[in-house]
């Protein structure tokens, strides 16, 4: 049984290495692109309902947090179907290894969220650049197992969030700077995924 436990553990470590170093095709492009134009109606929600989202912090989270949790579950759901048809045998690894290297970035998201509306509601207007700077370290932190030119993606995603940042007041809350960060943002992972991926516009 000792030989068996170690024939299986040795199979394990293979196929995690086969993982590793095999580029993931799980994301498909239309459904990325689908995630952006979600943002973009999110945005058009927020101007049309939501003037003066500083003094609506609940309305405001409400708005951004259902957008990324349609989004996820939009992503995930694809995600599953599409790396079980295109890594088959691979894809339990596939997708444990997509999943850890963004996690992270979605776990300080979810805390930095609650640290900064419960103890400091002041510095609330911060939240739309700090989401998209951490966005952008999942990306780079997936970057090795997508396509190369993904880093740009996530240069975008840190240069929208610094810019945000960088206005120091409740302009950071405008509509646009979701929508238009989002929006852009993964209509380009799409368009990367799409040209550089072997099979990217196949979402069936």
């Known amino acids: 049984m000792s030989d068996l436990h170690k024939a299986l553990g040795d199979i394990s470590r293979i196929r995690r290495q086969m993982a590793?170093?095999?580029?993931?095709?799980?994301?498909?492009?239309?459904?990325?692109?689908?995630?952006?134009?979600?943002?973009?109606?999110?945005?058009?929600?927020?101007s049309m309902w939501l003037p003066d989202p500083?003094?609506?912090?609940?309305?405001?989270?409400?708005?951004?947090?259902?957008?990324a949790v349609l989004s996820a579950g939009l992503t995930a759901v694809q995600m599953y179907t599409r790396t079980r048809r295109m890594h088959s045998g691979l894809s339990d690894e596939m997708i444990r290894m997509a999943v850890e290297?963004?996690?992270?970035?979605?776990?300080a998201g979810v805390l930095l969220t609650i640290a900064l509306v419960q103890f400091v509601p002041a510095?609330?207007?911060?939240?739309?650049?700090l989401w998209q700077v951490i966005f952008s370290l999942g990306i780079f932190s997936s970057c090795r197992f997508l396509p190369r030119p993904m880093i740009a993606a996530g240069a975008w995603y840190l240069l929208?969030?610094?810019i945000c940042i960088a206005f120091g007041d409740s302009r950071a809350l405008a509509p646009w700077t979701m929508g238009l960060a989002y929006g852009?943002?993964?209509l380009l992972v799409a368009s990367i995924l799409f040209v550089a991926t072997?099979?990217?516009?196949?979402e069936n």
């Not at 290297?101 to 776990?107: E, I, N, R, S």
């Not at 072997?198 to 196949?202: E, F, L, Q, R």
Request: no cysteine.
């Open 20 to 46: 590793h170093s095999t580029q993931f095709q799980g994301y498909g492009p239309a459904t990325l692109a689908a995630t952006g134009g979600i943002a973009l109606l999110a945005a058009s929600s927020q």
């Open 54 to 67: 500083a003094n609506h912090v609940s309305a405001y989270l409400g708005i951004w947090i259902s957008t």
């Open 101 to 107: 290297q963004f996690l992270p970035a979605v776990g």
């Open 123 to 129: 510095a609330f207007w911060m939240l739309p650049g």
């Open 160 to 162: 929208t969030g610094l």
């Open 184 to 186: 852009a943002g993964q």
């Open 198 to 202: 072997p099979g990217g516009a196949d």
